[in-house]
């Protein structure tokens, strides 16, 4: 046939492709017929939110028996000149010179009713990417992956990749989910104890909740490091921003201090922004126009805006002056509550907050303990939203500071002896976080529910696809 150069929608909108012989191949989201013997089809491939629009006439040898029954949902492939739009709205359209269907869609494609609840689409995650809204979604998540590998191999971090099976069991993050090849059927019926000698690895093991140990190996050797990996916590919370199974970025930086890690944290979070909203701006106006009104402006602030700093003290002295009711009482000592951390960070700063140096009693043994004796080097981000984003610390680089920790937590010397090693040999301060990458997605895109920002989420009771 032609000699029609097959490029994406993307491109085909560009005016300066006007008078080019092209082909699209993609996905029919609309079609109208004209009285005037032509069709519109507005064709979508996911490379960009917005379509091209196909001019196909009633000249084209299959017009009655393809293109007017062509249904929404269809994947066809047609060619033609690029020529400059008349329509509003759109720069070029394409006047077909062919068009073939690949595959038909059938009057039970679920897509076909302009709008589903999200929740609807949850059924669906098979279908739901071909929408307007996960489509953005998708292809906004895309770009914050890049530009955090971006980020962080610019700043001269290594990423690492730490194990998904571990046997660490009490770092403190979450409730784990046990990985085993033992009969439990057969366990079940005998009422016994497990011997978990005779487990695959030998021993207990489970579905990691957090990389920062073995991350922390290699910032001690390597000095700056990064995962990027799935994460599990089988923790039964059904809330709009818990996952079971979720991905998070943890870097890890020898000779850095709290400061230096907030000043990381800072910087990582405005980066991720700059480039959405830079590079990203079709759908941030999605997002701005139909999923959270002032998204943009909100989020140009933060990225424009040295975040707050204050400590736990500081924090909960704001609380319980601040004489809004809360379902959770303040008092120091106890976690703050995602009510607390919202009425923070929404109302009274109206912006991102960095809290600091928390209760020991609530915080993990690794994190760093202050001179106060009552705290410990640990720091959370907390934005408007969503709450918490980032969770980090100061990791306690002293060994008998640390064995003491250990002692009172009642945690094994033995288990724990590689992680002890690190502080034997050459110890060095050094700190790192986590960043919940689907809790960036969610604020980024506005969207409410935290499943509607990964593409298969596993929440409790939900595994399907
Ligand atoms: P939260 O208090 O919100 O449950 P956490 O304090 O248990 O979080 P961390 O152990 O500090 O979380 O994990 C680091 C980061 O991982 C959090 O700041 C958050 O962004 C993200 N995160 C934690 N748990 C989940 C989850 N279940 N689903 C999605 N993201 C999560
Ligand atoms: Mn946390």
């Not at 595959?103 to 279908?127: C, I, M, N, T, V």
Request: hydrophobic share 35%; proline share 4%.
């Amino acid at each position: 046939m032609t000699d029609a150069t097959w490029i994406s929608v993307d491109e085909a909108r560009d005016a300066g492709r006007v008078g080019e012989q092209v082909e699209l191949r993609g996905w029919v989201r609309t079609r109208r017929d004209s009285k005037g013997g032509f069709s519109f089809i507005e064709l979508n491939d996911g490379s960009c939110f917005g379509n091209v629009q196909i001019i196909a006439d009633q000249s084209l040898p299959n017009y009655e028996a393809d293109i007017l029954t062509l249904s929404v949902g269809s994947s066809i492939v047609a060619s033609g000149e690029l020529k400059a739009s008349q329509g509003k709205g759109q720069s070029t359209e394409l006047a077909a010179s062919s068009l073939r269907v690949l595959g038909d869609a059938p009057a039970d494609y679920p897509l076909q009713k302009k709008r589903h609840s999200f929740e609807k689409l949850r059924e669906w995650a098979h279908l739901r990417p071909r929408t307007n809204s996960f489509g953005a979604v998708t292809r906004l998540r895309n770009r914050l992956a890049y530009s955090v590998h971006q980020f962080f191999q610019e700043k001269g971090f290594y990423y690492v990749n730490t194990p998904i099976i571990t046997a660490s069991d009490c770092e403190g993050a979450g409730q784990m989910f046990r990985v085993t090849t033992l009969p439990i059927e057969k366990i079940a019926g005998s009422g016994g104890k497990v011997d978990y000698s005779r487990d695959f690895f030998g021993k207990s093991s489970y579905l990691t909740v957090s990389g920062q140990l073995e991350a922390e190996i290699y910032a001690t050797s390597l000095g700056r490091c990064y995962t990027f990996g799935p994460t599990f916590r089988a923790e039964n919370s059904n809330t709009t921003r818990h996952l079971s199974e979720f991905w998070m970025i943890e870097p890890e930086a020898a000779f850095f201090d709290l400061q230096d890690n907030m000043r990381l944290a800072e910087e990582f979070i405005k980066a991720l922004l700059t480039d959405v909203l830079q590079d990203c701006q079709e759908d941030m106006a999605f997002f701005d126009q139909r999923i959270q009104p002032g998204i943009i402006e909100s989020l140009e602030s933060v990225r424009d805006t040295p975040f707050k700093h204050l400590t736990y003290t500081e924090a909960v002295e704001i609380l319980e002056a601040c004489g809004e009711s809360f379902e959770f009482p303040v008092s120091w000592g106890a976690d703050l509550q995602a009510e607390h951390e919202r009425f923070l960070t929404e109302k009274h700063f109206a912006g991102p907050v960095i809290l600091y140096n928390y209760p020991k009693s609530i915080k993990p043994f690794y994190m760093r303990c202050n001179d106060d004796g009552k705290t410990v080097a640990a720091m959370d981000v907390l934005v408007p939203g969503v709450g918490e984003i980032v969770g980090g610390s100061q990791r306690e680089e002293r060994l008998d500071v640390l064995l003491e920790r250990m002692k009172e937590l009642g945690l094994s010397e033995e288990e724990y002896w590689w992680y002890v090693d690190l502080r034997k040999f050459g110890s060095v301060p050094h700190s790192g976080f986590g960043l919940g990458f689907e809790r960036v997605v969610q604020w980024t895109t506005g969207m409410t529910n935290i499943r509607d920002c990964i593409p298969f989420p596993r929440t409790p009771g939900s595994a399907e696809f």
